[in-house]
């Protein structure tokens, strides 16, 4: 029957967007096989962290949005479960596919999974082995129960295979943000994005910052914060602020600090393009973000983590990223080296070109010639 499969994908908070889009329009391209839904968890709502992202991925409305919003981990977890099974008790999809490692994702795999339909995990095997870090519970859980398990680099495979994953379940597609980061990236060659900061390519860094292990202890914070106003004497500083983080600053009295280094140059959170646009030209990056040291690699951009572990050690490998910890003298000798030494020789890992959301679709048409 034509266009019988229904695939259900979900997508709740920033980083997830980028990793819909292109499966998304993929599996768009065989109406004949499938029928897509998207639904939206509403774990980001506000319109710099969702709205401005459908807008530039020009990503179609979500089916359904569930509104649930911020909350701890246990209240967010279970709004999303009993939103989603709602969704899926009336809809039925064939599949549900579920991308990265928020909360979301976690909780729209059990509650498929325990209605018996079918979960993908896309960018599977991801470990960073640090059990403070809720993405890992998340990504350790969603690959546990997942039946298709799509992964963006080789050590992941070995990650799912070392915890007894089928390897029949296991998929090296590439990865699915860089295809979306490839197809947009033509787009960003006559933005205003750095007139708009003034400053020129090359000439400024980028920082961005939200983990809690970073923004929530006001120690660890102001030691950051301390380093990067040294840092912006030498090189403007762009800081696009999480809302996790802005209340942080606000609260610790910081804020006010740092408005007053004009060339630490603090802005709301940005959308995709501009972010992107501010990531190709930079000096260098310095981050905690997962997704952002991936895109940094493959621009060839520097980029410094402020994290004592990552679950992409492909980008290190790759000569693009380094671990700094969060502790100032760590950081301060990262720049150092950057600012000193010669420009890294930047590789691109495996099959980071673009075509990961093609291979994906070639998997789910397989499956269900065959499945
Ligand atoms: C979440 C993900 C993290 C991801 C990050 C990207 C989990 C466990 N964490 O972290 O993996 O890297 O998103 O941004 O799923 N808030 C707003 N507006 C919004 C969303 C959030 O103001 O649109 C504020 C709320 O005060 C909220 C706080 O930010 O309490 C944190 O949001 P939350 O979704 O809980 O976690 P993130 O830190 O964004």
Redesign the pocket.
């Known amino acids: 029957m034509a266009g019988s499969k229904k695939i259900m994908f979900v997508a709740g908070?920033?980083?997830n967007f980028m990793k819909v889009a292109p499966p998304l329009q993929e599996l768009r391209k065989h109406p004949e096989v499938f029928r897509t839904r998207l639904i939206h968890t509403g774990?980001?709502?506000?319109a710099e962290?969702?709205d401005v992202f459908f807008r530039d991925l020009e990503l179609p409305r979500p089916d359904q949005f569930l509104g649930v919003g911020?909350g701890s981990?246990a209240e967010?977890t279970a709004r999303v479960m009993v939103a989603f099974e709602r969704v899926c008790v009336a809809e039925r999809p064939h599949l549900v596919v579920v991308v990265g490692?928020?909360?979301?994702t976690m909780a729209c795999a059990i509650t498929a999974k325990k209605l018996c339909i079918p979960v993908a995990h896309i960018e599977a095997g991801l470990r960073s082995r640090d059990w403070t870090m809720?993405?890992e519970v998340?990504r350790v859980v969603t690959d546990a129960i997942s039946d298709l398990l799509f992964t963006p680099a080789r050590e992941a495979d070995d990650n799912l295979v070392r915890e007894g994953i089928p390897p029949e379940r296991i998929y090296f597609v590439g990865n699915v943000m860089i295809d979306c980061l490839l197809a947009q990236l033509p787009k960003t060659e006559h933005r205003d994005t750095l007139q708009r900061f003034g400053v020129t390519a090359g000439n400024y860094a980028t920082l961005t910052l939200?983990r809690?292990s970073n923004v929530d202890d006001p120690e660890v914070l102001s030691g950051i914060v301390e380093v990067m106003m040294e840092l912006s004497r030498q090189l403007p500083i762009i800081w696009p602020i999480?809302?996790?983080s802005s209340?942080m600053l606000e609260q610790s009295g910081l804020l006010d600090r740092i408005a007053r280094h004009a060339d630490f140059k603090l802005t709301d959170p940005l959308g995709y393009l501009d972010m992107l646009t501010l990531t190709h030209r930079a000096r260098m990056i310095l981050t905690d973000?997962?997704g952002l040291q991936e895109e940094a690699t493959v621009l060839g951009v520097p980029c410094i983590t402020l994290r004592q572990n990552t679950e992409r050690p492909v980008t290190v490998a790759a000569g693009a990223n380094r671990l700094a910890g969060n502790q100032p003298e760590g950081i301060r000798a990262a720049i150092h080296s950057l600012l000193n030494g010669t420009r890294p020789n930047i590789l691109i890992p495996e099959l980071w070109d673009g075509k990961a959301a093609v291979r994906i679709v070639d998997v789910l048409m397989h499956f269900y010639a065959h499945g």
């Open positions: 908070a920033r980083p774990q980001h709502y506000d962290m969702s911020s981990h967010q490692d928020v909360n979301s809720p993405e998340n939200h809690p999480h809302p996790r209340k973000s997962g």
